[in-house]
C-alpha cells in the first residue's frame, strides 16, 4: 500500500508539472511579437510605388500668352518676352523671300524677345544655347536653323553696350507638346546662367 499510495502523488505532480508548462507553450506564440511582423509586411515595402503617387490629369500647360511681358537677364543681355505663339501654317519666313518648314508631325514655337546688352562691351546674341521644358519635364533646344532663317531685324551682329534689338528663338517640337517654361540664354559658349521663366 506504501508503494500505491507513492505513485498516485508522483504521478500528480508530473500532471501538475505538464499543466503548468502547457499555458506557457500556448502563450509563446501568442505573444506581440507576431504584431510587428505583420506590421511591417503591410508597410510601404510591399506597395508598389506607382500606386504611392496621386494618380489624375497630367498638368497641364500655360497658354502660352501667359509668358508675354515675362523678363530675366543671363548676366549678359536683359531679355523680355514680347510674343509667344505656335506658328499656325508650320512655315517660317523673314518676310524678304527665306522661309522654312517645320518636319513633318512637328511644329514651330516661336518666342519673340526683346534684348538688350547690359554689359560694358560689344556682344552678340547667339542660337542654340536656349531650353524649353513640356509638362513632362523633356527638354528641347532652340532651332538654331529656324531663328536664322526668320532674321530680318538681327542677324548675330554685335550689339554695343546698352544696344537693344528683337529678335526669335525657336523651338521646333512634335505635335502636341505643350511648353511650360523656357530658359534663355544669349549664347552656348558662355558662362552665363540662363533666365528661367515659368508662368
Given at each position: 500500500m506504501f508503494g500505491r499510495l507513492l505513485a498516485p502523488p508522483a504521478a500528480a505532480a508530473t500532471c501538475a508539472g505538464l499543466i503548468a508548462c502547457?499555458?506557457?507553450?500556448?502563450?509563446?506564440?501568442?505573444?506581440?511579437?507576431?504584431?510587428?511582423?505583420?506590421?511591417?509586411?503591410?508597410?510601404?515595402?510591399?506597395?508598389?510605388?506607382?500606386?504611392?503617387?496621386?494618380?489624375?490629369?497630367?498638368?497641364e500647360a500655360p497658354d502660352l500668352t501667359e509668358f508675354h511681358g515675362m523678363s530675366g537677364s543671363d548676366g549678359y543681355f536683359d531679355m523680355r518676352i514680347n510674343e509667344a505663339y505656335v506658328d499656325d501654317d508650320d512655315v517660317i519666313t523673314d518676310g524678304a523671300g527665306t522661309s522654312s518648314r517645320a518636319p513633318s508631325g512637328s511644329r514651330y514655337v516661336v518666342f519673340n524677345v526683346q534684348i538688350t546688352n547690359t554689359t560694358s562691351s560689344p556682344k552678340y546674341f547667339d542660337w542654340g544655347g536656349s531650353h524649353a521644358y513640356d509638362v513632362e519635364g523633356n527638354q528641347y533646344v532652340d532651332d538654331y536653323d529656324a531663328a536664322l532663317t526668320t532674321c530680318d531685324d538681327y542677324c548675330g551682329e554685335e550689339l554695343n553696350p546698352g544696344g537693344t534689338v528683337e529678335t526669335d528663338v525657336i523651338f521646333t517640337v512634335a505635335d502636341g507638346v505643350q511648353l511650360s517654361s523656357v530658359e534663355l540664354l544669349s549664347d552656348p559658349y558662355t558662362p552665363g546662367t540662363p533666365a528661367t521663366l515659368e508662368p
Open positions: 502547457l499555458p506557457v507553450e500556448v502563450e509563446t506564440p501568442a505573444s506581440p511579437s507576431p504584431e510587428p511582423e505583420k506590421t511591417e509586411r503591410s508597410g510601404e515595402p510591399e506597395r508598389p510605388r506607382e500606386q504611392v503617387r496621386p494618380k489624375g490629369k497630367p498638368p
